[in-house]
């Protein structure tokens, strides 16, 4: 990743539509239903540029966040192509954990890796306590998206279609879709907690990094 913001790669990305695809952009964006609950009004857009609209969506949204949203809307629209190079600028050209291998098999090793890099800065497991359960009440309230994680976690066979489903289509804040989440969690042992680990690592970096401190 180059040395530009997350806000200059929104910009460049925006830059690329032409004036009725930016329209079309502005209108889905107030018009998506966003899970964290926040919605942009359509006045606050209106004859809005890219840099207006990268800023309004960052300090919306997040700079941790921004960069999904943005590509969930271009996608939306149909502009795929700009939605996979916003994506590769942000370095995250391939889905959350290795999705793609779609195998049983690389579960162990990415679990492993996990183990592995958090070895030197971060021991998951603390008086027989794990990070996710530690820190459960934290994640519940301050995870803001809630559907890439499920993404991964349905990905891997650690939930069932049926209770991914049900949590996706819940029109209900982000807190109670993650306190539906965990109960699923108490099934788990400590390699499946590991990756669910590795996941809200790789989803909110910053919210992660300052639990670790606690």
Request: proline share 2%; hydrophobic share 40%.
């Amino acid at each position: 990743m180059d040395k530009k913001t997350v806000k200059d790669h929104i910009i460049n990305a925006l830059d690329d539509l032409r004036q009725s695809e930016l329209k079309a952009f502005r209108h889905k964006l107030c018009d998506t239903d966003f899970e964290e609950g926040v919605s942009i009004a359509k006045g606050k857009v209106e004859g809005a540029d890219s840099l207006d609209l990268a800023d309004i969506i960052v300090r919306t949204f997040s700079e941790a966040n921004s960069v999904k949203v943005t590509v969930r809307v271009l996608r939306a629209i149909g502009e795929n192509q700009i939605a996979n190079i916003l994506e590769r600028k942000e370095g995250r050209q391939d889905n959350i954990l290795e999705r793609k291998t779609g195998q049983a098999g690389k579960m162990s090793g990415a679990i492993e890796g996990t183990a592995t890099n958090a070895g030197g800065r971060l021991d998951l497991t603390v008086n027989g306590v794990h990070f996710v359960d530690r820190h459960r009440e934290a994640l519940i309230k301050r995870t803001p998206i809630v559907a890439p994680i499920l993404d991964a976690l349905l990905t891997e066979k650690m939930i069932h279609q049926e209770l991914y489903t049900e949590i996706v289509t819940a029109t209900t804040a982000p807190q109670s879709k993650m306190r539906m989440l965990f109960l699923a969690t108490t099934a788990w042992g400590t390699k499946q907690k590991d990756y669910f680990y590795k996941i809200l690592e790789r989803e909110q970096p910053f919210l992660i990094e300052e639990l670790q401190t606690i």
